[in-house]
């Protein structure tokens, strides 16, 4: 079975600077890869999601963006940092065909 | 698109009590559905899913949850709860895409 990492687990920052959140996934290939946010006492939204190297997918319009450098390696990043980005970064893995998806155990984010 | 709701946003239960967790998602072809549950600060995690076959199923720790698709619900049920079941659960549609649509939430809180 797969298994997902997210670094950092905790992360402070001030409003304006950049930001690099990472996920590595283990025990499969070529998996798809997602990204969401969870806001304080809100639900999950879908930030990004990759079916592959270099394939990303954005589902809102904001100032993160979303890389996959390698197979089982996808990376959220902002340049300039706001405070309404604070919130719990979940990465999610997918074992095409199966249709469930995985979550890794996140990052907390606080903007300040 | 796919949607789906959670019309509670939070259920109060005494332990030992039963519990339904209410989840309707909107008509498609096809479709697949899934309950995870989120402990504080931690990932979500795979509670039981339904992909075609029996529409009744359980997962390991005595949920249950029964697909129904002509009121198109996937109401989660337990006849008994712990003071552990306290959680964040997420009911999540999948129309054969790339992508899960999950509802807002349920927060279950299990009181002694």
């Known amino acids: 079975s797969q298994t997902i990492h997210q670094w950092p687990a905790t992360l402070v920052q001030p409003v304006g600077s950049p930001l690099s959140l990472e996920c590595t996934v283990e025990g499969t290939s070529n998996p798809n890869l997602y990204w969401y946010r969870q806001a304080a006492g809100r639900g999950l939204q879908l930030l990004f999601y990759s079916v592959g190297i270099g394939q990303i997918s954005s589902e809102v319009p904001q100032n993160l963006s979303a890389s996959r450098p390698q197979d089982r390696q996808f990376i959220l990043s902002s340049k300039k940092l706001l405070l309404s980005d604070s919130g719990f970064y979940l990465c999610?893995?997918?074992?095409?065909?199966?249709?469930?998806?995985?979550f890794g155990p996140g990052t907390r984010l606080t903007v300040l | 698109a796919q949607s789906v709701t959670q019309l509670d946003s939070q259920v109060p239960v005494f332990e030992e009590a039963p519990v339904e967790l209410r989840c309707n998602y909107s008509?498609?072809?096809?479709?697949?559905l899934f309950w995870y549950v989120q402990y504080p600060n931690q990932g979500l995690q795979l509670l039981l899913k339904?992909?075609?076959?029996?529409?009744l199923v359980e997962s390991i720790n005595g949920f249950e949850a029964e697909f129904n698709k002509s009121q198109t619900s996937f109401h989660l049920r337990k006849p008994s709860v712990h003071i552990s079941d306290t959680a964040e659960y997420f009911c999540a549609a999948d129309d054969a895409g790339n992508m899960l649509t999950f509802g807002g939430g349920t927060r279950l809180m299990v009181k002694p």
């Open positions: 339904y992909l075609s076959g029996s529409t």
């Open positions: 008509s498609s072809v096809s479709v697949y």
């Open positions: 999610a893995c997918r074992r095409v065909p199966k249709r469930e998806q995985f």
